[in-house]
């Protein structure tokens, strides 16, 4: 099993980012997706997390309105669109994956075993 998040970078405020996390060795459409960040100095959180078919999502309060998640089956690929990027967003993301996560789940770690590098996003102000 194994994931790789791309796609990060640096953009000013106000702008976007698309994620893209490809997975191989498994079927993406049994396995929930979720999306994680690392800010320096603080612990990593949920970002948003999609269930197993994408019926179901989940987004942190800090990101509701601006970041949308999306996975394709049949690509076996999930992606977290964000928009009117913050400053505040800067931080390491990851994507995580887990067969037995019930719809979109909490968004929290504990739910998820199976995790890839991830990738930088840096929000200029």
């Known amino acids: 099993v194994q994931l790789q998040a791309s796609g990060g970078g640096l953009v000013q405020a106000g702008g976007s980012l698309t994620l893209s996390c490809v997975v191989s060795?498994?079927?993406?459409?049994?396995?929930?997706i979720g999306w994680f960040r690392q800010a320096p100095g603080k612990e990593r959180e949920g970002v948003s997390c999609?269930?197993?078919?994408?019926?179901?999502?989940q987004y942190a309060d800090s990101v509701k309105g601006r970041f949308t998640v999306s996975k394709h089956n049949r690509l076996n690929t999930a992606y977290l669109q964000m928009d009117n990027l913050k400053p505040e967003d800067t931080a390491v993301y990851y994507c995580?994956?887990?067969?037995?996560?019930?719809?979109?789940?909490?968004?929290?770690?504990?739910?998820?075993?199976?995790w890839g590098v991830g990738t930088q996003v840096t929000v200029s102000s």
């Open positions: 995580a994956a887990d067969p037995t996560v019930v719809d979109a789940g909490f968004c929290e770690e504990f739910e998820y075993e199976y």
């Open positions: 999609i269930s197993a078919r994408g019926g179901d999502t």
């Open positions: 060795g498994f079927t993406l459409d049994d396995y929930a």
